[in-house]
């Protein structure tokens, strides 16, 4: 269990649709980070928050959006639903420190979006 | 326009063997680089990464070299387990001082045979 948790695992929806991902970051953790991975594709940033500011923004579309709320947890919503929005969805938390055997980001073990 | 290359979709090696997994990267400006392990239908877990100001660091089996005049960077796992078969990620990070959003390449699929 890496401490950062994301639901649901799976999500099937249908073209049009609007859903949410859910993310909660490591404790103690004040980032969290957005990205999405398409077949055959890297891992795409999208958005961070810090401490409930966004932060930075990466190919996020504008059908997207997300907000981190005060108790840090994030939500990722996706509407206007096309196929090509099917893709892993994965959040990450930093805390700030790192050192070269402990970069201190995490990844959640995702959210799996088949839009049909 | 990619920043992070990884120019191999896949290796397979022995086991017990020398696995090299390759990178490389468009902008000077990177100041930290990682190498990221993911296992189907997990996360990515975060294997061993380097600043720029080094150009080796190692951590029991797994050694990364960076090569800043090439833009290159190098992940090497010696002696490759069947354990270690799984997707690797090579990422940069584009903020100093801090931990920003990181670059990441499409990722290489190592198979480790017994």
């Known amino acids: 269990d890496s401490g950062v948790t994301q639901t649901p695992k799976h999500l099937i929806t249908a073209t049009g649709q609007r859903v949410t991902l859910r993310c909660s970051p490591r404790?103690?953790?004040?980032?969290v980070y957005w990205y999405q991975q398409s077949l055959d594709q890297g891992l795409q940033f999208l958005i961070q928050?810090?401490?409930?500011?966004?932060?930075a923004k990466g190919n996020i579309l504008e059908r997207f959006s997300a907000q981190q709320f005060p108790d840090l947890h994030s939500e990722l919503n996706l509407s206007s639903l096309e196929l090509g929005d099917s893709a892993l969805y994965f959040c990450?938390?930093?805390?700030?420190?790192?050192?070269?055997?402990?970069?201190?980001?995490?990844f959640g073990s995702g959210t799996r979006l088949t839009v049909v | 326009d990619q920043q992070v290359k990884q120019n191999s979709p896949s290796l397979s090696v022995q086991e017990g063997r020398i696995s090299i997994l390759n990178c490389d990267y468009t902008?000077?400006?990177?100041?930290?680089f990682l190498w990221y392990k993911k296992y189907p239908a997990e996360g990515p877990t975060f294997l061993i990464s380097?600043?720029?100001?080094?150009d080796k660091n190692e951590d029991g089996r797994f050694t990364v070299f960076l090569n800043k005049s090439a833009k290159h960077l190098s992940l090497h796992i010696v002696p490759s387990q069947p354990g270690d078969s799984a997707v690797y990620f090579c990422?940069?990070?584009?903020?100093?001082?801090?931990?920003?959003?990181?670059?990441f390449g499409k990722g290489t699929k190592l198979s480790v045979k017994p």
């Open positions: 902008n000077s400006m990177f100041d930290y």
């Open positions: 990422a940069a990070d584009l903020y100093g001082g801090s931990q920003g959003n990181l670059i």
């Open positions: 990450a938390s930093s805390g700030g420190g790192r050192t070269d055997t402990n970069y201190g980001y995490t």
């Open positions: 380097i600043s720029s100001i080094k």
């Open positions: 404790s103690g953790d004040l980032s």
């Open positions: 928050y810090y401490n409930g500011e966004e932060r």
